[in-house]
């Protein structure tokens, strides 16, 4: 991260927070930039990467200190993403997954959940997944078709699938959004911890995609399986609003991913036409590589602008958050894939090699337009704001 923006943005954090930027920037060059080529070679989620981030601390980011925790909020936790995915999305992103639970659990999970779960969450001993998104129903997430029925003992049996699990190859703690009403809509959504060795409980193969495989991205299957009353994370009635809350914060960190994507990107291409000759000169001497690396240098400073306003919105829990968050997200997705395009492109043939990271940022970028909410949802979100409906008649 250069440029005056950087100084701004860690002068706004104490220092706690400015060395888990600092640790996170070091772990990630350390322990994630050897294998990044690795694992998208070989199609696996980074385990490695996760348990190493235990053992630095980064698992525990957003628990507060006396549950071991960070304690970081918004704005530092999107500096530490930003910094991680500089290096790879796919580690990046299955931390910022990880940590949205802690916090979650930290924030809203009862004693006996807290109790199971929450130190080896935060110590990383366990991997947490979010599991919203259905096969049948994408970003519709009030139309979730997975069943939650309430048993005579106070106990429940969870009945559905789910799609597009982030850590799902690995993940044993699942976070698992279900209708305890059929065609109750948003009101019915509640939420359950559940372990994935649990009865009934099948995972399947993750998925091979265009790229960030080091996400381990799955489904999961539920078919009778039982919990017992203490896996109510939480209830029929807050359920939807608590997944929102969650995706808004990704959204915010997926906008910093894709800085961090950019900036990494833009840093290969200027070195890169700065040593390279031709017609007699570097081709950081030509006008037009300079004009298009000026251009993706304004995105970036746009998109770090829009992510950062809408980081310190949830932190100061204003009511606009959500849409800022969505108008990062959308244009922060556009100017990483738009700008690390152009910065392969002044390298000519030598952007597509692999050995360094700009093809792998490519298809991370790409694949940022589908986490936490396609675009098109995004332009929902922002056209809401723009043509609210009118008040109910008395």
Sequence with gaps: MTGGLQAELDASLDEAERAAVALAREWAQVAVAPQAEVWEAERRFAREAFDSAAEAGLTGLTAPGADGGRALGPVALTRVMEEIAAVDLGVAFSLAVHNNLVGAVARRAGYELREQYLDDLV???????????????????????????????????????????????????????ATTEAGGGHRAVAAFLVDADTPGVERVTAYPLIGAHSLGTAEFLFENCRVGPEALFVPAGQ????????????????????????????????????????????????????FSLADVATDLDASRLLTYRAAQLLAAGDGSAAVAAAHAKKFATRAAERGLAACMQVMGAAGARRHHCLPRHLTGARLTHYLDGATEILDVVIARSLFPPPPSAP
């Excluded at 833009?266 to 040593?275: D, E, I, M, N, Q």
Aim: hydrophobic share 45%.
């Design 239 to 290: 359920g939807f609003r608590a997944a929102m809350e969650g995706i808004d914060l990704a959204r915010v960190l997926v906008g910093a991913m894709c800085c961090g994507m950019l900036d990494a990107g833009l840093g290969v291409a200027r070195h890169y036409v700065s040593g390279r000759h031709a017609f007699g000169q570097a081709l950081s001497g030509f006008q037009a590589v300079q």
């Design 123 to 177: 110590a990383g001993r366990r991997l947490g997944a979010f599991l919203l998104t259905e096969p049948g129903v994408g970003s519709d997430a009030a139309a979730i078709t997975t069943t939650a029925r309430r048993e005579p003992d106070g106990g429940w049996v969870l009945d559905g699938a789910k799609a597009w699990v982030s850590n799902g190859a690995e993940a044993s703690v699942l976070s698992v959004y």
